[in-house]
């Protein structure tokens, strides 16, 4: 596939709006070889172009893009996980993924968060940086219940979010 240049072609169809949800899907699939996933994970483009494509795309589209950055972090090692990390707006897309994605995005959305802030653990806490994590299997419980504090109307839905605190 790197001989071939079908990757490159790939990673420029990534800006194409017609494609570019199948692209990532693509790329997700050929980054489980180490050598495309620092390809891949080593474009700054890339990472942003994924991003976007979560913030913008169908929920197949957005599922694609975040399969991929999965296995930017999950495979490219701390340095692309940091990389991802410092994506601006990246917790934002995260936390909205998490809540309204499909079930393999969030999951998959959740995971890299959690790589994101293995990665930055130190440097996170020093700075005061935060990342926020909803606990997907908490979030779309059909089994509301009644909060015994507010007034006979109300309900609640357990969410469970952790936050690194400096």
């Known amino acids: 596939m790197l001989e071939s ?3 490159v ?5 990534l800006r194409n709006d017609t494609v570019s949800e199948e692209a990532a899907g693509a790329l997700a699939l050929l980054m489980k070889q180490p050598s495309i996933v620092h390809l891949v994970g080593s474009s700054e483009t ?4 994924l991003v976007g494509l979560m913030r913008r795309g169908t929920p197949k ?17 701390s340095t692309l996980a940091q990389r991802v990390a410092r994506i601006p707006g990246l917790n934002t897309v995260m936390q909205n993924i998490t809540l309204t994605g499909t079930k ?6 959740s995971l ?3 790589m ?4 930055q653990m130190p440097s996170a806490l020093a700075l005061g940086s935060t990342l926020a994590v909803v606990d997907h299997s908490l979030v779309g419980n059909s089994r509301l ?9 109300e309900l609640s839905n357990p969410v469970s979010i952790s936050v690194p605190v400096p």
Not at 9 to 13: A, H, T, V, Y
Not at 61 to 77: F, P, Q, T
Not at 104 to 109: I, L, N, S
């Open 9 to 13: 072609s790939l990673i420029e169809s």
């Open 5 to 7: 240049s079908a990757v």
């Open 145 to 153: 219940r009644r909060a015994p504090s507010f007034g006979s109307g």
């Open 104 to 109: 393999r995005a969030k999951k998959k959305a």
């Open 61 to 77: 589209g957005k599922e694609n893009a975040v399969s991929a950055l999965y296995e930017i972090c999950r495979r490219g090692g």
């Open 112 to 114: 890299i968060v959690k």
């Open 116 to 119: 994101c802030q293995r990665s």
């Open 46 to 49: 890339v990472i942003t172009s």
